[in-house]
């Protein structure tokens, strides 16, 4: 290991760059540097994570005694509809974008992305859809109480007989978040396929973009189908038309095969990026290879094609036929195959490695295991008896937030804290994320896995009062929910704290391979002086290769064992 | 202050190379945009067919069937613009000019026609868009797509204007390109919904 180019780059990054992300001033104005656009979408994502957040600490809250005691009804609707949607359309998806926004040029050896002024469009599309979704809480009858998936004919109601309504703010609100994905998708994938550094062959790119552009690949072709379906669910609520109207002969099914053949590959949407992250962070904190790397990317790929074939497990209970029910049950099966893949190979990169527990590891850790447990709970829901029994039950409820709580926010946290003295040249305090994660990964589980006794027990979802019996889990339950509200503090502490008065950090804090880390934190404005030259595969931990041939900090590639 | 990053000629350059750059990944985004779209098509196909092997009263009472001479004549038409609008392209190419916009303006005389025969048609179907789902999908469906022609015409014509700025389209361009891909893609999505709705009857 040479100390001296280590130190040259430090020294070089403690420098000041022109328009550095220390001007605040930028993230409030249409930048089109995707370093910018992909911290504004991060934070946007972020207040929104906190505002779904606290419409999950109202539920828990009423959860907590069986009766409906805290909120009606109606209202409880509107807190899981809006919960639900808040936590997707606003939360997942934009914060996805926004770090895939920040790293993908990067990770490739690229300026920016290959459109900037369409990436910008697309970010600033969030706020406005974000408006129009929260001006539901305002508006006459109040938001949509129709559920996430908005299915007709309940989403049909419209009860105060305004035309502006919550339902019809919804649809909007999903529509144009559509137009913003895939605009965001194009650029993606143009960026990926045509602006790889050279040498950067297919195999030598990192995982994490693979994953990425498996999961931008899905809103591409996906979206779409959501798309055309609301489009036509508005028009029935506002235009009288009457496709999805069993009342004027239309069919309700439609929309849900409408729905589904997006919002089933949507998970994965979710999910990929977190496995590209897993990804990225196993190996620099155990100090090995990513085992398999071709088995990895490729896996992803094959769960993007299976994942558009498998719709159909969500309407298991509305009256598939049984041959369809089988299809589509041995297809969802076989998607544990590639997962497991992915699965094996990051337990055999952190097996024997020499493992140095920062908080980036922590928290992929920590959501490998979560994602584990539900991958079991979800391969039980996947077999037709089984989902028939507790469908509709708290044990469904449990599964998807330990994917998407467990899983998905941890893998995001994980991402955060890995890139943040990347993204802001400074160190975040380490004791404060080891902290946050404590009480997540507690919280986590307190709050979700009482679900699944819960679901096992009867207790169906969607209600706001319940049998007695169901009392003592739920009381646990919601203690869990309110520790994940308080895990949120030290974490904003944290990100507030460091980022102002943090250690600087140098352009490589973790000795990890890959060309964002060859330049300094915070990259300067295009990134890199002169484009390099990959050499080599993205994990070369432990070997003497180059990563890239016309940088002076190659060297720093071939220290470690 | 004197990082290498501050070089104003290394800037300069840099961005003029993205440019280039951005040039050529235009017509990759465009076509990867478009595959996108014909899913939102091919959802609406799908839904119609849905519809009409499912629905036993499809039609609305009264409805006897489609008039299919006047939408006929209209396929023709615009099946045939995108064979203008290929030479257009080819007279751009040899850098004659006035060639490619005298082609051009037949196309979007042609486009232009094709949306005169739809209203005309619209307006003396005897069912409304909210007469049953046949009403609905088939106004969903020429009205999409009648608003992809409209959007055609008015691309054509802003590439048109743009034909007559000074140093404009020297060897072909990638609007012009981009412009008459998507032309082609309203048209073969056109010959599909006219088997769908005016054949399949
Ligand atoms: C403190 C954390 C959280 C708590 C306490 C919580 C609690 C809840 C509760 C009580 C429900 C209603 C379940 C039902 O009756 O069907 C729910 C639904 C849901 N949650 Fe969460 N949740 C949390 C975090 C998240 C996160 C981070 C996401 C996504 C990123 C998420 C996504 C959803 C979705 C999609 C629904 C379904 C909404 C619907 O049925 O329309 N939740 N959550
Ligand atoms: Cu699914």
């Not at chain 1, 809250?61 to 899981?80: K, W």
């Not at chain 1, 979704?133 to 989403?155: I, R």
């Not at chain 1, 094996?344 to 490695?353: L, S």
């Not at chain 2, 499809?58 to 008039?67: I, N, T």
């Amino acid at each position: 290991m040479s100390n001296a180019s280590l130190d040259a780059i430090a020294a070089k990054s403690d420098q000041p760059f022109p328009g550095a992300p220390n001007n605040w001033r930028r993230f409030f104005s249409f930048s089109t540097d995707h370093k910018v656009i992909g911290i504004q979408y991060m934070v946007t994502a972020f207040v929104f994570f906190l505002i779904g957040g606290l419409l999950a600490m109202v539920m828990r809250g009423e959860l907590i005694t069986p009766e409906a005691d805290l909120v009606d009804r109606t209202v409880y609707n509107a807190l899981f509809t809006m919960h639900g949607t808040i936590m997707l359309f606003m939360w997942t998806f934009p914060m996805l974008n926004g770090l895939s926004n920040y790293l993908v040029p990067l990770m490739i050896g690229a300026r920016d992305m290959a459109f900037p002024r369409l990436n910008a469009a697309a970010f600033w599309l969030v706020p406005v859809f974000g408006t129009l979704l929260m001006a539901s809480f305002f508006v006459p009858g109040g938001p949509s109480q129709s559920g996430w998936w908005a299915y007709p004919p309940v989403s049909l109601q419209n009860p105060t007989g305004n035309l502006i309504n919550g339902q019809v703010l919804w649809l909007l609100a999903v529509a144009l978040s559509g137009v913003s994905s895939i605009m965001g998708a194009v650029n993606f994938v143009t960026t990926i396929f045509r602006m790889r550094a050279p040498g950067m062959g297919w195999f030598r790119m990192p995982a994490f973009c693979w994953t990425v552009l498996s999961a931008q690949m899905i809103q591409l072709f996906g979206l779409p189908s959501l798309t055309a379906g609301a489009v036509m669910l508005l028009l029935d609520l506002t235009a009288g038309t009457s496709f999805f109207d069993p009342a004027k002969g239309g069919d309700p099914v439609l929309y849900q095969h409408f729905f589904w053949f997006y919002s089933h590959p949507a998970v994965y949407v979710i999910i990929l990026p977190i496995f590209g992250t897993f990804s990225e962070v196993f190996p620099v904190y155990a100090r090995k290879p990513l085992f398999g790397y071709r088995f990895v990317v490729v896996s992803s790929v094959i769960i993007t094609v299976l994942s558009a074939m498998v719709w159909v497990h969500h309407m298991f209970a509305s009256g598939t036929p049984s041959w369809m029910r089988m299809l589509f049950m041995f297809s969802t099966m076989l998607i544990s195959v590639p997962t497991g893949v992915k699965v094996f190979a990051w337990v055999a990169t952190v097996w024997g490695g020499k493992l140095r527990l920062d908080t980036p590891m922590l928290f992929a850790l920590g959501g490998l295991v979560c994602f584990l447990f539900a991958g079991i709970t979800g391969v039980m829901l996947g077999a037709v008896p089984f989902d028939i029994h507790v469908n509709n039950t708290y044990f469904v409820v449990g599964h998807f937030h330990y994917v998407i709580y467990g899983a998905t926010v941890m893998g995001i946290y994980a991402a955060i804290y890995h890139w943040f003295p990347k993204m802001t040249g400074h160190m975040y305090y380490e004791g404060l994320g080891k902290l946050h994660f404590a009480l997540t990964f507690i919280g986590v589980n307190l709050n979700f896995f009482p679900m699944h006794p819960l679901g096992l027990m009867g207790m169906p979802r969607r209600v706001s009062s319940y049998d007695p019996e169901f009392a003592y889990w739920n009381v646990i339950a919601s203690l869990g929910g309110f520790l994940l509200g308080v895990s949120t503090l030290p974490f904003i502490l944290n990100i507030v704290s460091s980022w102002v008065l943090g250690k600087r950090a140098p352009a490589n804090p973790w000795n990890a391979i890959g060309l964002e880390w060859l330049i300094p934190s915070p990259p300067p404005v295009e990134n890199f002086e002169e484009i390099p030259i990959v050499v080599s595969g993205p994990y070369g931990y432990g070997s003497n290769e180059s990563l890239v041939s016309n940088n002076p900090a190659g060297e720093l590639i071939s220290e470690h064992s | 202050m004197s990082t290498a990053n501050l070089d104003p000629t290394l800037n300069a350059h840099s961005v003029h190379a993205a440019e280039h750059e951005e040039e050529d990944h235009r017509m990759f985004g465009f076509i990867v945009f478009l595959l996108s779209e014909s899913v939102i098509f091919l959802s609406f196909f799908v839904g119609y067919t849905v519809y009409k092997t499912n629905i036993t009263d499809w039609l609305p009472s009264g409805v006897e069937g489609l008039e299919v001479r006047e939408p006929l004549i209209n396929t023709i038409v615009l099946v045939s613009s995108s064979f203008v609008i290929y030479f257009a392209e080819r007279f751009l190419h040899k850098e004659n000019l006035w060639g490619f916009r005298a082609f051009w303006l037949l196309t979007m005389a042609m486009g232009s026609f094709f949306l005169y025969g739809q209203a005309v048609e619209w307006m003396g179907l005897p069912f409304g868009f909210t007469d049953g789902v046949f009403g609905g999908t088939f106004y969903l469906l020429t009205g999409f797509h009648g608003l992809h022609v409209m959007t055609g015409v008015l691309l054509q014509g802003i590439m048109l204007g743009r034909s007559f700025l000074p140093n404009n389209y020297a060897g072909g361009e990638f609007g012009v390109a981009a412009t008459s891909l998507f032309w082609h893609f309203v048209d073969v999505i056109w010959i599909i919904l006219f088997i769908l709705i005016y054949v399949w009857q």
